[in-house]
């Protein structure tokens, strides 16, 4: 059992910075690389930033600068803060794991790719 939540977004003026939380439970065994995606509505999915378990950072190119991912293992819990946030940001925003072994029902461990949280949404208004 695998369980992605993401919380933090809301709805803010532009210029002001939010930091959404994604917190990763269930019978853990191991995982790496964290994701940041963002989707609007009716478009396609676009991936923000990653992270992997020991810090290093990788960003896309439209995100360097105001967009800063972190994770605290101890919490299970990986961060993305958003700064100077601007109306065309309005989206939903999802954490993903590409890759993590679980311990199954069997409690052995199993994998899984691709596990997604149901997004927390932001809306930056002018």
């Known amino acids: 059992q695998v ?3 993401e919380s933090g977004g809301g709805l803010v003026q532009a210029g002001e910075s939010l930091r959404l939380s994604c917190v990763v439970s ?12 963002r989707q609007v509505p009716g478009n396609q999915r676009e991936r923000i930033a990653a992270i ?12 360097k600068g105001r967009f ?11 961060y993305l803060q958003i700064v100077s946030l601007k109306p065309e940001d309005t989206a939903d925003y999802y954490c993903n794991l590409p890759w993590v072994t679980y311990y199954g029902d069997d409690s052995r ?3 899984a790719h ?12 002018s």
Request: proline share 2%; glycine share 8%.
């Open 52 to 63: 992997t378990s020991s810090g290093s950072t990788n960003y896309a190119d439209f995100a």
């Open 26 to 37: 269930g019978s853990i065994f191991r995982f790496n690389n964290v994701d940041w995606y």
């Open 68 to 78: 800063i991912i972190s994770r605290d293992n101890a919490k299970n819990t990986t």
């Open 3 to 5: 369980q992605l939540v």
């Open 114 to 125: 691709d596990v997604w949280g149901q997004g927390t949404q932001v809306t930056v208004s």
């Open 109 to 111: 461990p199993r994998t």
